[in-house]
Nanobody, 119 residues
Framework: QVQLVESGGGLVQSGGSLRLSCAAS????????MGWYRQAPGKERELVAT???????NYADSVKGRFTISRDNAKNTVYLQMNSLKPEDAAVYYC?????????????WGQGTQVTVSS
């Protein structure tokens, strides 16, 4: 079993910052790509940012220049630094991790953390 536990969500004013964390634990063999997704009410879940084990990153156009994804491989943790937050960034943010095992790769999701941005 693998668990992804997110933290760091909350309420922030427009223009403010938050830092999300997601720690993986359990039967970890190899952590491949880790990422953050978000889902606002009435909308589909969308990619925010991903990062490979080597540190290569990918961002949604809507967050480029404002959000930064990073990871600490020794701690099996991925972070999302969110600056210049806008009301449209409000959503439940989910951590995702692709785990590699000898038998194959499997994706896991965290439980989500709420980000609310007041205007």
């Amino acid at each position: 079993q693998v668990q992804l536990v997110e933290s760091g969500g909350g309420l922030v004013q427009s223009g403010g910052s938050l830092r999300l964390s997601c720690a993986a634990s359990g039967s970890i063999f190899r952590l491949n790509i880790m990422g953050w997704y978000r889902q606002a009410p009435g909308k589909e879940r969308e990619l925010v940012a991903t990062i490979t084990s080597g540190g290569s990153t990918n961002y949604a156009d809507s967050v480029k220049g404002r959000f930064t994804i990073s990871r600490d491989n020794a701690k099996n943790t991925v972070y999302l630094q969110m600056n210049s937050l806008k009301p449209e960034d409000a959503a439940v943010y989910y951590c995702n991790a692709d785990m590699g095992y000898p038998s194959g790769s499997y994706g896991y999701w965290g439980q989500g953390t709420q980000v609310t941005v007041s205007s």
